[in-house]
């Protein structure tokens, strides 16, 4: 596809439910983030993969948060028992290589209930 | 930790005034630092900053980076309502991984 694709687009889930948020990057491209982003604030860092390689996951608030991205390609964020705290937008991000530019899907608005 | 700090938090002006946006940093190992303007979605790019004392220039909007003092600044001169945005501040280190966001500059532009 032409952008970074993020899917779905808004999702419910009633506290305790697992969920999981899919980001398809841009063909090629190496570096792929996961961003959290609450109302307000700047995007805040989760977790960044080269290729299949998940090489930092400082950013991942806990043990309940899972990423993969099993073949350098896509890639998903999952969230086991969620916390109303987890409320927000969780934005995914590609780049041909580290420290470039960042293009950015529309993210997914989580919602726990 | 790494710590990246925007000025003003918010902005308000009139169409055709000239804003200046502050980004402050402290980063280990600095690569780059880029801004990005985020209207209802995702992030645009807008400029990717290395070298201290190059200023970067898109039309009305142009950035200039001091790696001595630690700051950006991110100026848009005769603004447009289309401007208005959070136009938000990023770093990377060298250690490849952690990337690092301010809170961003809500600018509003009236007409």
């Known amino acids: 596809g032409a952008g970074v694709s993020q899917s779905p687009r808004y999702k419910v889930a009633k506290r305790g439910q697992d969920v999981a948020l899919r980001c398809d990057p841009i063909?090629?491209?190496?570096?792929l983030f996961w961003y959290q982003q609450a109302l307000g604030q700047g995007p805040e860092f989760l977790t960044y993969?080269?290729?299949?390689?998940?090489?930092?996951k400082s950013g991942l608030p806990s043990d309940r948060f899972f990423a993969e991205r099993p073949e350098g390609s896509v890639s998903t964020l999952k969230i086991q028992r969620t916390q109303q705290e987890d409320s927000a937008v969780y934005l995914c991000?590609?780049?041909?290589?580290?420290?470039?530019?960042?293009?950015f899907g529309n993210g997914t608005r989580l919602t726990v209930t | 930790e790494d710590k990246v700090v925007q000025s003003p938090l918010s902005l308000v002006v009139h169409e055709g005034d000239t804003v200046t946006l502050n980004c402050s940093y402290e980063?280990?190992?600095?690569?780059?630092l880029l801004w990005y303007k985020q209207e209802k979605k995702a992030p645009t790019f807008l400029f990717m900053l290395t070298s201290s004392g190059i200023e970067k220039k898109s039309g009305r909007l142009s950035s200039i980076l001091d790696k001595k003092e630690l700051f950006s600044i991110l100026n848009i001169t005769a603004t447009q309502t289309g401007d208005s945005a959070i136009y938000l501040c990023?770093?990377?280190?060298?250690?490849?991984?952690?990337?690092?966001f301010g809170d961003g500059t809500t600018l509003t532009v009236k007409p």
């Open positions: 991000a590609s780049s041909l290589a580290y420290g470039g530019r960042l293009h």
């Open positions: 993969f080269q290729n299949e390689a998940q090489l930092d």
């Open positions: 980063v280990t190992n600095f690569r780059s």
């Open positions: 063909s090629g491209h190496v570096s």
């Open positions: 990023a770093t990377f280190s060298t250690n490849a991984g952690k990337s690092t």
